[in-house]
């Protein structure tokens, strides 16, 4: 039982260009998450799936777009990455009620340069 | 909306002493209160939570929070830290009946110093 994985681990990146972070669970939740972090900035939303088939904006959404491949996998895109993305990147997963622990991968560093 | 309020961004603190990293929140309506821990270079982890009962929760390796109502705080402490404990702390809050999604704090950096 893996729990959340994400890949990569680190990346670095040149303004302009793209990749896609990739997130997977085992624990058959419905709910996943995408947050990015950044010093005193805490923990942010940028997307979040509540089932499969669906996903919606978080805080924020502004260049990266999503994909809930199925009920285990999650992706983030950056289309054209810019230094402001520059951040680690957490998924998370749930079973999608108010009460529920959210359970987070391990991260992703991105550095855009 | 719900929000979280972590008032020290940093607390330094002496192994063995204890320590008390506040959080407060507010709503108009019931909330579900979560303390999650961020080791260096890992991802979060639950702490400890509290959804209904005793407003004194516990976790494992020794903190505890104590939910109160009239404050609208969750404060979470331990008696005597550890140089393990130096971690991120972050404070988060869901609403009964509403958005599953938690509002997270800004996080409290404990740093454990021998």
């Known amino acids: 039982n893996a729990g959340v994985t994400q890949t990569p681990k680190f990346q670095v990146l040149k303004t302009g260009q793209s990749m896609t972070l990739q997130c997977a669970q085992d624990?058959?939740?419905?709910?996943m998450y995408w947050y990015r972090q950044d010093p005193g900035m805490g923990l942010r939303l940028i997307y979040y799936s509540a089932s499969e088939g669906t996903t919606d904006k978080g805080e924020v959404p502004n260049g990266y777009n999503v994909s809930r491949l199925n009920k285990r996998e999650f992706s983030l895109r950056l289309e054209s990455a810019a230094p402001s993305q520059t951040s680690v990147y957490f998924c998370a997963s749930s079973d999608g009620t108010s009460k529920e622990t959210q359970y987070f991968g391990p991260g992703t560093r991105l550095l855009v340069l | 909306a719900q929000s979280v309020t972590q008032l020290d961004s940093q607390v330094p603190v002496f192994e063995e002493a204890p320590v008390e990293l506040r959080c407060n929140y507010s709503?108009?309506?019931?909330?579900?209160l979560f303390w999650y821990v961020q080791y260096p270079n890992q991802g979060l982890q639950l702490l400890l939570k509290?959804?209904?009962?005793?407003?004194l929760v516990e976790s494992i390796n020794g903190f505890e929070a104590e939910f109160n109502k009239s404050q609208t705080s969750f404060h979470l402490r331990k008696p005597s830290v550890h140089i393990s404990d130096t971690a991120e702390y972050f404070c988060a809050v869901s609403v009964s009946g509403g958005s599953y999604i938690p509002t997270f704090g800004r996080g409290t950096s404990l740093i454990v110093h021998p």
């Open positions: 709503s108009s309506v019931s909330v579900y």
């Open positions: 509290y959804l209904s009962g005793s407003t």
């Open positions: 624990m058959n939740h419905n709910s």
